[in-house]
DNA sequence: GTAGGGCCTAACGTCGCGTCAGGGTCAAGA
DNA sequence: TCTTGACCCTGACGCGACGTTAGGCCCTAC
């Protein structure tokens, strides 16, 4: 560790194909402090240092702003490996999004070949911005080849439309209540906000997949985790994102005590 | 065309995945104008705007500026399938380098796993904001499966780190040089910046490819096009993305006659 | 006829840097 | 030894692409 040269920030910035503005940037906020200094005040960066910038720069690739690359990376901290696949995992989604997109600009070309209009239902696929149900289903596509998964494929695909509507309002719903409860100041470990985990936790059992108490609070994780959730919910309240993961892992406990 | 129903901002939103102050903000600078409004002004969309809409936003996923789009868009609307065709390459070329990225983390498990320190050098692998040496090699690669390309990736994949330096310098002397006539309000189609294009035809025939003055045009088209070659090109003076192009132009035309 | 959801414009806020401005540092050559 | 040019430092303002109120009109539904 820490066997090699010290590299100062114009070396790092062409290395990582970055700007020094954006080291001191990093810098500025406490997402990358470099972990030296010379004498004359100059920034040093050692081996560990270009690994985190590799990290930030992959999460701010796919779309990750840099307050929550900082908790990912904090998170990460304690298990570089499971880190590292679940990098790995989210650049996997993005290339099925993105041959997602292309079969679409395919459908787009034959469409204009024909001279027909395409479907304006399926014009968009990959391409939104979040669509949280659809995500949801994705979600635990990263659980693996799970018996789970299967069994939502097999169930989602019949929903319409108007199913997929219903159900995402169901599902905000529920979210809406649990901000109001946050806004009241009830306590996340309180009975309303667990009895409010218990139904969302029944909403995905019912519509998705069967879904544990446990594999519901491993799902929670992703939550506060991935950027496009966590717009969703802070739109709903500042700090619901962290609340609902709170409520889920509470009503965890009661429901295996 | 247009047999289909009108929508408002709301539905096109949620078909769409986006915001209403997106539409909202697209319309305001003229980058997509509903093409209605009702008797109380609201905003009606036909099909053709939503077609309009997907590209939008298919572009910026890949990271284009609002501006770039428009005149993507402007430049596209003559030929709908070619543009759909560059679009469809453009996602591929995204596939390609998320693919070079999951390489990276393997061997970022790989050297974990071994608990060795990685290559500084080949950490960021298809991290790079924007290597300019690199892209101009992916760029001939659009250019299909040429002969042209083969023998730039045969040429290419001898040089090591030092030189790419120096052949990175010697371009970009050349663009230092064009920015200096653009900055005296020297003509683009004048002698001295006609020279200094086909110095750069000969810098990329020498270092690349055989580059004929045709395709020296075909390939500085894109240079208009590209955010990641604009962000370069205006650093070094507003406008000279343009001026370089059609400086090129006139040297096409210069030694065609 | 009024309540609720959707639409309008206007205008300020935010995030991730880009881009000076003003000034030390350091290795190389005259 | 002195100077020159490349590189480093810390502010601090600017910008693109929206997010987010704020204040008010429209419209369907009970």
Redo the contacts with the bound molecule.
């Keep these: 560790m820490g066997t090699r040269q010290l590299h100062?920030?114009?070396?790092v910035a062409s290395l990582a194909g970055v700007?020094?503005?954006?080291l001191?940037?990093y810098d500025r906020i406490g997402l990358l402090v470099p972990s030296g200094r010379?004498?004359?005040?100059?920034?040093l960066y050692a081996y560990a240092d270009l690994e985190r910038l590799r990290e930030i720069r992959l999460l701010?690739e796919l779309g990750f702003?840099?307050?929550a690359i900082g908790r990912l990376l904090d998170v990460a901290a304690y298990d570089r490996r499971s880190a590292l696949v679940a990098q790995r995992d989210l650049l996997v989604e993005r290339l099925e999004r993105t041959q997602r997109i292309i079969r679409g600009v395919d459908r787009a070309l034959k469409a204009t070949a024909e001279g027909k209009e395409m479907d304006e239902t399926e014009m968009f696929e990959g391409l939104e911005e979040f669509d949280h149900t659809r995500y949801e289903a994705e979600v635990e596509q990263r659980w693996g080849d799970s018996e789970a998964y299967k069994e939502s494929k097999r169930r989602t695909s019949g929903y319409g439309k108007a199913d997929w509507t219903r159900i995402k309002k169901e599902g905000d719903a529920v979210f809406a209540r649990l901000a109001e409860l946050l806004a009241r100041g009830a306590r996340a470990d309180g009975r309303e906000a667990m009895d409010l985990a218990e139904e969302h936790r029944r909403h995905i059992d019912r519509w998705f997949y069967p879904c544990s108490p446990g594999l519901h609070r491993q799902v929670a994780a992703l939550y506060t985790a991935d950027p496009r959730f966590e717009a969703y919910f802070?739109?709903h309240g500042s700090g619901l994102a962290g609340y609902v993961q709170e409520a889920i892992r509470a009503n965890e406990v009661r429901s295996t005590s």
Tied chains: 1, 2.
Excluded: M, N, Q
């Excluded at 010379?38 to 920034?43: A, C, L, T, V």
């Design positions: 100062t920030v114009g070396e700007t020094v503005r954006t001191h940037h010379s004498e004359s005040g100059y920034r701010r702003g840099l307050d802070e739109k």
